[in-house]
């Protein structure tokens, strides 16, 4: 079966950390870009991260820069999102996608549809 699967997720107090993993089964990452994205209830899908394929070029959201890393360990056919500082407002469902890309600025830009994958999601909560 091929899917990717988030995990990681949990209840952290404001200035916590937590590391989200996104792995997959069934595929090879290796060739494809891979972002992050949350939804918080009632709002919009906000693209968080995303990583290329060689792990060279990184994009971030203005809203998690200097706080939130991603990277990647291909040989573990697994992305990561280090979260750091984390405030009440990044409360949201944290989801992984995956996709083939020639212009890697619209990796978080895209229709939910035009990427080739998607995780059924992990939880996080900030609250004291």
């Known amino acids: 079966q091929l899917q990717l699967v988030e995990s990681g997720g949990g209840l952290v107090q404001p200035g916590g950390s937590l590391r989200l993993s996104c792995a997959a089964s069934g595929f090879t990452l290796d060739y494809y870009a891979i972002g992050w994205f949350r939804q918080a209830p009632g709002k919009e899908r906000e693209g968080v991260s995303c990583?290329?394929?060689?792990?060279?070029?990184?994009i971030y959201a203005d809203s998690v820069k200097g706080r939130f890393t991603i990277s990647r360990a291909n040989a573990k056919n697994t992305v990561y999102l280090q979260m750091n500082s984390l405030k009440p407002e990044d409360t949201a469902i944290y989801y992984c996608?995956?996709?083939?890309?020639?212009?890697?600025?619209?990796?978080?830009?895209?229709?939910?549809?035009?990427?080739?994958?998607w995780g059924q999601g992990t939880q996080v909560t900030v609250s004291s």
């Open positions: 990583i290329s394929s060689s792990g060279g070029s990184t």
């Open positions: 996608a995956a996709i083939t890309l020639t212009l890697f600025r619209l990796c978080v830009d895209l229709p939910a549809d035009e990427y080739d994958y």
